[in-house]
């Protein structure tokens, strides 16, 4: 082969590759928007269309297969929310509306919330995902005066554990109104981040932009990778 | 036999089943204390001076022991904390002591810090352990005018989501200062509580009493059982 047709079936070889780890990323996310997570890796394999053999080519177990399908649709998914947030001047209702949105995905996602639970903390820490979002909309709203902590990763690791832990209360207690108890921890977390109470009641008020449609167009047809 | 005899060897059995039990818990604590967690249950139950079969009798698996064994040793160091508070008039300042001494743990006991993360957000919402105590603290402080939060259920999610979050930050970052950081949460859970950030301020850079010593004590040399 020339260097420049080996070049060529190398860059086809490294596309095909990525095509069959995209196509097992996306059947992972529709058996968890199923709530079928606990199936065979041959099913998952099929359901992706590609080779039971190739499953391993990328993933070792089922487990890091759900995870790294929970770490892509939490990327998506902070992507939605970026989008869904453009319309607002004030970086701390962004930061609240976010923050609400996402406490209410556990209930309308019951298997997304127990991947996302299993990973625990580590999201919390994660570099991407909603973590480097979180800690963006808090340093914007500090410089723009809204927020007055003066330890922004301490203002991410409160609200990130109170996201992780939310969904384990949800989790635990199918009767809770999700809506009015993330919105009652949003509330204390614009108190903590230096709005005045009567503010923070305020923001938490708010209606939200009607996601409930596209939320679910987005976590069934979304493209597996989001890279 | 007699009833009062069959009674009294029921009696006696059961006593030794609770004593196995709390022999191979104490092991465990031993364990972890040591970071030897990645022993044959052979080696456990030889430890525990109690025959290799009596280990089923007891736990399904070496996980469900050490789960078991920190959930003892969580349900100690609440009493302990209750302990070392005792002396505070101030609520809020209990609650501050309590949560300031549970940050500095992780770096004491890097171990016991890997399974308190490995159990995840469940400790924050458990019935027993620190959970119950950072509620009734809260309670106690909203009660006593030094809190103001609306929402104790939200404030408890909160910092224990926090508190999770710090362990799994100061896993990851083995450079980071565990008291700053701690203190500074502290600090930020405070204001949230309903506290000025003078008042938070000062009430993290009061001095903590010496527990160093007495806490190696306590958990090496706690009777494994703590009812």
Chains 1, 2 share one sequence.
Do not use: C
Not at 79 to 93: H, I, K, M, R
Request: glycine share 6%; net charge negative; aromatic share 4%.
């Amino acid at each position: 082969m020339s260097e420049a047709m080996s070049k060529a079936a190398s860059t086809r070889g490294a596309r095909r590759r990525a095509q069959t780890r995209a196509a097992l990323i996306k059947a992972a996310q529709q058996l968890i928007a199923d709530n079928r997570t606990n199936v065979a890796i041959l099913e998952i394999t099929q359901l992706a269309d590609v080779g039971m053999g190739s499953f391993y080519n990328h993933f070792e177990s089922r487990e890091q297969l759900f995870e790294a399908a929970v770490d892509d649709a939490l990327e998506l998914q902070g992507a939605f929310l970026d989008q869904v947030t453009t319309d607002l001047e004030d970086p701390a209702e962004a930061f609240a509306r976010s923050f609400r949105l996402v406490g209410r995905l556990h209930r309308h996602f019951p298997e997304l919330s127990k991947v996302i639970l299993s990973q625990g903390a580590t999201l919390v820490t994660s570099d991407h995902g909603l973590a480097p979002r979180a800690l963006r909309d808090i340093r914007t709203a500090v410089e723009a005066g809204r927020f007055s902590t003066g330890d922004p990763t301490a203002a991410l690791l409160i609200a990130g554990g109170a996201a992780l832990a939310i969904a384990q209360h949800l989790h635990e207690h199918p009767d809770v109104d999700d809506a009015a108890l993330t919105d009652s921890v949003t509330e204390s977390l614009l108190v903590m981040l230096g709005l005045s109470a009567a503010d923070a009641r305020e923001i938490v008020a708010h209606e939200l932009p009607d996601v409930g449609g596209p939320l679910e167009d987005f976590w069934t047809t979304s493209s597996g990778e989001s890279a």
